[in-house]
């Protein structure tokens, strides 16, 4: 199957002209992805698609461990609260000094003015753009860790599951596969994941330009990002990414989940703090992002469901 392996030459096809057809996309996204990551090292397990076809399954049922990509799957559970009436994004959350993560990540550590509160809707638009995880356990907080195993198994997603401990309102973000981040994005897109509002609520967020640009998007222009839905996560030797690309009307046409973890190429002392898009796997992610857009360029998916993003509008306060 393709991208299983390195490549064993180097390969410009990348740079020739959009493929006409998906299969030569997952030919192209293949050959990408195979040189990519053997020049950045480490040890990747992925799962990336074009329309309905595979282009890419390397380890796609390794249980790997998914940080904040799993912030997803979070989102989902509570989401699948809110489409049953247990919740409303509306709804507001109390936020104690003693809740607030005092990481580097996220605002809520930069705020200074505890306790407050605010709304569940703010809580995941945070988790999913600047992955602020102080919002992790405010989400705790109305779906438990159990309660929210239980909805993501009664989805079908067994691996996809956060780690418990021993406060029942906190857990840690646990593991996946490549293959079921896959399929609960494609189930997402689908409209078989959640209501349509709550769709539309988690695709809007994870496309804003607010959220992960370091990686798949890097390379992409402003209206090239807003059609990319994409969650991050990374911990230790982990660099992982999983998301959506959609085409010019909305439709999705790429899928993809990447784990990579281990040793990776160049100095292991500078990798090692580096989070950013000069560590070797974001590069790969970055050559690859450019790489799926262009791919697509001339393909479209008529019969898929379409969502549509508003155009970039910036403005200058007033």
């Excluded at 890419?56 to 009436?85: F, P, Q």
């Excluded at 607030?100 to 569940?120: E, H, K, N």
């Excluded at 293959?179 to 967020?205: I, Q």
Aim: hydrophobic share 45%; charged share 20%; glycine share 8%.
């Amino acid at each position: 199957m393709l991208g299983q392996g390195p490549a064993v030459a180097a390969d410009d096809a990348d740079t020739a002209g959009p493929p006409a057809t998906p299969e030569a996309a997952r030919r192209r996204i293949a050959r990408v992805y195979d040189r990519e990551t053997a020049r950045a090292g480490g040890t990747w397990s992925s799962m990336i698609s074009v329309t309905d076809g595979t282009a890419v399954s390397a380890g796609a049922d390794t249980v790997v461990e998914a940080y904040s990509v799993n912030k997803i799957a979070v989102a989902t559970a509570v989401l699948d609260k809110v489409d049953r009436g247990l919740l409303t994004l509306d709804q507001r959350v109390e936020v104690p000094a003693s809740i607030v993560i005092q990481d580097t990540d996220g605002v809520f550590a930069l705020d200074r003015a505890y306790p407050s509160s605010v709304t569940l809707g703010h809580v995941m638009s945070l988790l999913l753009t600047v992955s602020d995880n102080t919002c992790v356990r405010l989400c705790g907080l109305v779906c438990p860790a159990l309660e929210l195993n239980e909805i993501l198994r009664a989805k079908g997603f067994v691996q996809t599951q956060v780690v418990p401990v021993a406060n029942p309102n906190r857990f840690f973000l646990g593991r996946t596969t490549p293959n079921e981040t896959h399929t609960l994005l494609r189930m997402l897109v689908g409209g078989t994941l959640l209501s349509p509002a709550s769709t539309d609520y988690l695709l809007n967020v994870l496309r804003s330009l607010s959220a992960f640009t370091d990686g798949v998007r890097l390379e992409l222009t402003s209206a090239e990002r807003l059609r990319v839905a994409t969650k991050a996560g990374w911990f230790a030797d982990g660099r992982n990414e999983a998301g959506v690309i959609f085409d010019a009307a909305g439709a999705p046409v790429v899928t993809y989940a990447m784990f990579a973890a281990g040793t990776f190429s160049g100095d292991p002392a500078v990798n090692a703090d580096n989070y950013s898009a000069t560590h070797p796997a974001l590069r790969a992610r970055a050559k690859l992002g450019r790489t799926m857009m262009d791919a697509v360029a001339r393909l479209s998916t008529p019969a898929a469901r379409t969502f549509g993003a508003k155009a970039y509008r910036p403005v200058n306060g007033g």
